[in-house]
């Protein structure tokens, strides 16, 4: 369902993110891409979400080049991919409730639609007691729940999981973990990156190992390796 | 589009207002300046404008006939006088006439009243008020009332004077003139300096404004947001800080004009710019939020643009 052929990508000051990577992700798919800082992991996850261009190569989601996607069409496809950042990335003007429905509203859901989904998706991250509380009010683990509960509310074919874990205690990263593998249990792709040795080895799925925007190694039941 | 997508707008503009209190009351103070030289330039052109205006309407030449001068006679003066080219308009003001407005202007001095009533008759004039076309002509219209009356041989003469301003005041009004023409010319740019200043100051208070939410434009954006749905808040918000700055506008300068209307009035011959305000309020209200709220809208719309590329 998702495709990177031979996406090469150079920064202006002529830094190599991608050099040349290629490889496809299956529907209901659980995989993890591990590399040291700057291997290019979060520049892969941007080019699936056309947040950044290619220099080269292309990226496909369900068989549609995601640049060409023109701007004001872009949004249909983001509705199919959900996100969840390192760094939470949630409206701080808004209180949990209101950044879930947020993204219900964005994707034209109705008013009885968000007042039944929103509770639901707060209790499945375990945060029914936090509903209308605004972002600083929560604690780093509280926040990323709150950021997956938006990411899936909307029922996404793929989760993207940008180093979520990054800025976790090891409960907290447990915690997460294991809300993404019940959401892949579920049926959704997911696609996490980490740097987080521990993660990988409990997770024994496929691994992509990075290095230096290359590919360098592609399990099916990976370790983290490097 | 529906009415759920515009409510949801809204609320969410609203909700941003409110939340975001700090930056609401900078923007709005900014914006408040704005359309308050807006105004103060609509007043002083008004002034301007009207102060001139009195000086050039008051009559040009007036010619006052005997008490006993028949009254075909003078209109046949006035239809001569109406017939040459330099000559704009003529008044004909009657010997009651005359009376009413005299009575009128010292309605408050008994004193006056009571002399003018125990002389029994009427004692005031019948006039032409006469407007030239060009100041350089007064002469010339009185020569030619002049000779007018005297024309027919045997007919007592019905003029007793004919007034006009003399080559000081003549010469002291185009001075004036040429002083407020170039006066205008040099303010009108220097407002639109003005305006265009203010109007870029709150602009950038606005970018200001919507600077510190890129991140979370981004983030919007990232969760599939569509870039009408997230610009149309900011749209409503900046249209909210121009009717709030629009509405403090018209509330400071009721006091302000109530302060200066008699100054004016005297000062400028004429126009007191509290009644004017009084009396032109609608449009005021109109011109002041209308500016506002374009002000903020546009502003936003432009400001957001830039984030949306993503």
Do not use: C
Request: net charge negative.
């Amino acid at each position: 369902m998702i495709y990177y052929d031979r996406v090469t990508k150079v920064y202006a000051d002529n830094s190599v993110a991608l050099d040349d990577v290629s490889f496809s992700v299956e529907p209901g798919e659980f995989i993890s891409i591990v590399g040291h800082s700057g291997a290019g992991k979060t520049t892969l996850v941007k080019m699936l979400l056309a947040e950044e261009r290619p220099t080269e190569g292309s990226v496909f989601f369900e068989s549609i080049n995601v640049h060409e996607v023109p701007l004001n069409r872009i949004n249909d496809l983001r509705r199919k991919i959900g996100t969840v950042f390192q760094d939470f990335r949630l409206l701080p003007n808004k209180t949990a409730f209101e950044n879930i429905a947020f993204a219900m509203e964005a994707a034209g859901r109705s008013e009885e639609e968000i007042r039944s989904d929103v509770p639901h998706v707060l209790e499945l991250v375990d945060l029914s007691d936090k509903i209308n509380n605004f972002p600083d009010e929560l604690s780093g683990g509280e926040q990323q729940r709150v950021a997956i509960a938006r990411a899936i509310v909307n029922q996404p074919d793929v989760i993207v999981a940008d180093e979520p874990t990054g800025n976790l205690d090891p409960v907290n990263t447990f915690e997460v973990v294991q809300i993404l593998k019940k959401i892949n249990d579920l049926g959704t792709t997911i696609i996490l990156t980490t740097h987080n040795k521990g993660v990988i080895d409990s997770l024994k799925k496929r691994v992509i190992t990075m290095d230096r925007g290359k590919v360098i190694r592609d399990d099916r039941e990976g370790k983290y390796i490097l | 589009m529906n009415l759920v997508t515009i409510r949801r707008i809204i609320r969410a503009g609203l909700q941003s207002f409110w939340r975001g209190a700090f930056v609401s009351v900078a923007s709005i103070l900014v914006m408040t300046v704005t359309l308050f030289i807006i105004g103060v330039t609509v007043f002083a052109g008004v002034i301007l404008g009207s102060g001139l205006d009195e000086l050039r309407n008051k009559a040009d030449v007036s010619i006052y006939f005997l008490t006993d001068a028949p009254e075909e006679r003078i209109v046949e003066m006035k239809t001569s006088l109406e017939a040459r080219p330099e000559v704009l308009s003529v008044d004909y003001v009657s010997r009651d006439q005359a009376l009413a407005e005299f009575r009128e202007r010292y309605k408050d001095d008994q004193l006056t009243l009571q002399a003018l009533d125990e002389l029994g008759e009427n004692p005031l004039q019948a006039s032409l008020q006469i407007q030239a076309r060009d100041i350089s002509q007064y002469e010339a219209i009185a020569e030619f009332a002049r000779e007018q009356d005297v024309l027919e041989e045997g007919v007592a003469p019905t003029i007793d004077k004919i007034s006009f301003y003399d080559e000081n005041y003549r010469t002291a009004l185009a001075r004036l003139q040429g002083i407020t023409d170039s006066a205008s010319k040099l303010g009108f740019f220097v407002i639109l300096v003005l305006i265009a200043t203010t109007i870029a100051i709150s602009f950038n208070t606005l970018r200001l404004a919507i600077y510190t939410s890129r991140d979370e434009i981004q983030v919007m954006r990232l969760v599939g947001a569509g870039q009408f749905y997230i610009r149309a808040p900011f749209m409503v918000e900046g249209l909210l800080y121009g009717l709030v700055a629009g509405t403090i506008t018209l509330l400071l300068f009721y006091p302000l004009t109530y302060w200066l209307g008699s100054a004016t009035a005297d000062f400028f011959g004429g126009v007191n710019v509290f009644s004017y305000y009084l009396r032109h309020f609608l449009w005021f209200v109109l011109m002041i939020l209308g500016t506002g709220a374009l002000l903020g809208a546009i502003s936003s719309f432009l400001a957001v643009r830039r984030y949306l590329k993503i």
